[in-house]
């Protein structure tokens, strides 16, 4: 059964022979009911604004042109969203790695060498050197 229209009675339409034969074989290959196929070719006809009647050539343009706006609407929605994240997500996470792997240590102060002599020889100690260019 068909989803939505369980409760509705069927009808009977006046088609050749050839022709509901061929209809059958084409809603076999979408897999659909005879309803179900005939309602989404005329949905597909309504929404697209073509007519069986009608050459497709100026039609066929306007649908490559509705197409490719709607590829163009996605892409830029697509861009969008990238460009969202890469500034909300990306590029503080980055920041955040970048600035802890660029600390470096304090650096350490240089120590100075005095000699000393003293009773049981020679001695050596460090010291901590300060600035002298301090003025004072």
């Known amino acids: 059964m068909d989803k939505g229209y369980e409760n509705e009675r069927f009808e009977k339409l006046g088609i050749k022979t050839s022709v509901a034969k061929r209809f059958r074989e084409f809603c076999k290959k979408m897999s659909k009911s005879q309803s179900m196929t005939l309602l989404l070719m005329l949905d597909f006809f309504e929404e697209n604004g073509i007519s069986p009647v009608e050459p497709m050539g100026p039609r066929m343009e306007t649908l490559e042109t509705r197409i490719s706006t709607l590829i163009k609407k996605r892409m830029n929605g697509i861009i969008a969203i990238m460009k969202d994240i890469e500034k909300s997500q990306t590029k503080p996470t980055a920041a955040m790695l970048y600035a802890l ?12 060498l005095e000699k000393n002599e003293s009773r049981q020889g020679r001695e050596v100690r ?4 300060k600035n002298h260019n301090k003025p004072d």
């Open 101 to 112: 792997f660029e600390q470096t240590e304090k650096p350490k102060k240089k120590l100075m």
């Open 126 to 129: 460090y010291i901590e050197r």
